[in-house]
């Protein structure tokens, strides 16, 4: 249970109520005593009214009478905790569960791009939604059954060897056996609980992968080979299901067994000690009793191992990315007002999972108020000069100022909230447009929200949807067009109205006419703000007030429009070739 002890702080957080818990569930087994004992002494004086003929019918009615209301009234009193039990224990669960949960999301959300692109959002998904269940069902029910029957077990022992030792000691015999078994069939519930779990986070993973690749599959007829993929997967699952679910099945006749045997035993040894006289009548009933009351603790013992182990094996998969550390780690925080120069020295990034070197030692500047355009072929890192300015990724080497401080210092939060990035993939939520709109600025109105689109152009398009600003977007945007997506993006940024700009190549799925008109209302806004606009097209990038041409991550050309265009390099041939297409 190593897996387990991460738990531990969230059991010390919630100690008062499931200490609370434990003294509810010995009341509740406590007053679950009384049935036995009151049976057994009823059982005792009605064989000496009858056999020895002790006392009169009125007394051993009144007797009865009153063991009877006793026992009424004890169930009810034991019913009643036993309520109370679950709701504070199983309540702590939820809460555990909530805070558990809670935990796994903040710890995905500081996780850098690395990781995404390293790991599957289905097994994300599995693993704070299935793995989770899995663990709760340790910190409630697990918790509670065995607390159940641990007390019940020691006032019921205790009970039996203070009236007949001997017989509680061949009663119990059964129990080691009980013991070694279950720790047999634990381990093997453990390892097979690992595979039922990593095939449910594939099975996630595909369908994800499959529902949002959708069209995809549609349009290449892929149908018939996802579902045989799927199907293959679902057997798979099914059969390593199958093969934890036999080993579990063992528990239960294994328990009833051991307990059929207890009770065998008290029937035998039992039965020559009341012949014997050593024992009453009453007695062996209590005990047949008590060892009924085992029947469903002990069984449960079975299920509860099998939960425990379930749970292990899941919170091992939750610590695996529990573990994974913060690469890009909050700054000690930097008292400055914003301005927004940027400036990049000597910089080296490397990309760990394919070893291609995205920049190779580049140095640049961008005082504030100023533009940056950035063209080159696929590849040559583009992006990740935005990625660097964002902290999506840290530099190797070399360092990245902004107004003059190394930018690992600010503060995440400050940094990005004065940064308006419009990525090259924008990405819209399945909400209203706009709500999703108003992700860049929390707050903004109705007004603010037009204003921004129609800086981006998409002002119109919106107005001509049934339901305008109101209309809900698929997943992914994918109720609207490449156009429109990227102008929705284009808007988000600019309603936050930060310092700086981030535009990676979001006017591609736009005509040159409304990228004509985005660029003039971008040049009225942009005024006084740092802008860094990574395009293939040159027409984008024209009018900056500094433009640099990266290959393989180095810069090749620098300068103004007219002076690279003088340069007859690279730029050049790249202006003449979209010059004569947009002729064309």
Known sequence: MRALKYLNKYLKKYFLKLLLGVLITVISRVFSLFAPRLIGESLTAVE?????????????????????????????????FTFLMRQTIINVSRHIEFDLKNEIFSHYQRLTQRFYKNNRTGDLMSRISEDVSKVRMYVGPAIMYSINTVSLFFCVITIMFSIAPKLSVYTLIPLPLLSFTIYKLSRVINAKSTLVQEILSKLSSFAQETFSGISVIKSYRLENITHKKFKALALESREKNMNLVKIQAWFFPLMLLLIGLSNLIVIFIGGQQYINGTIEIGVLAEFIIYINMLTWPVAVVGWVTSIV??????????????????????????????????????????????????????????????????????????????HLINRLYDPDSGKVLLDGHDIRTFKLQKLRSHIGNVPQNAFLFSQSIEENIRLGKEGATLEEIIEASKKSAIHKSIKKFKNA?????????????GGQIQRISIARALIKDPKILLFDDCLSAVDMDTEEKILKNLKDFCKNKTTVIVSHRISS????????VLDQGKIIEEGKHQKLIDLKGFYFDLFNKQQNEKEF
Do not use: C
């Not at 698929?474 to 609207?480: C, I, N, Q, V």
């Not at 024209?542 to 640099?548: P, T, V, Y």
């Open 541 to 548: 990038v024209k009018d900056s007030d500094h433009i640099i």
């Open 309 to 386: 182990q379930q749970a292990e094996a899941s919170q091992n998969r939750i610590n695996a990315f529990l573990n994974e550390p913060i690469e890009i780690q909050d700054g000690l925080g930097v008292d400055i007002s914003i301005q927004g120069e940027i400036r990049f020295e000597n910089v080296l990034l490397v990309y760990p999972e394919t070893q291609i070197k995205a920049l190779d030692h580049i140095s640049l500047k961008v005082k504030s108020g100023e533009s940056l355009g950035i063209i080159g072929k696929v590849g040559s890192g583009k992006s990740s000069i935005l």
């Open 469 to 481: 600003y109101k209309t809900l977007l698929g997943e992914r945007g994918l109720t609207l067009s």
């Open 48 to 80: 000496n009214y009858l056999v020895s003929h002790q006392g009169d019918l009125a007394t051993l009615k009144s007797f009865l009478l009153n063991n009877i209301l006793i026992i009424i009234g004890a169930t009810l009193l034991s019913g009643f």
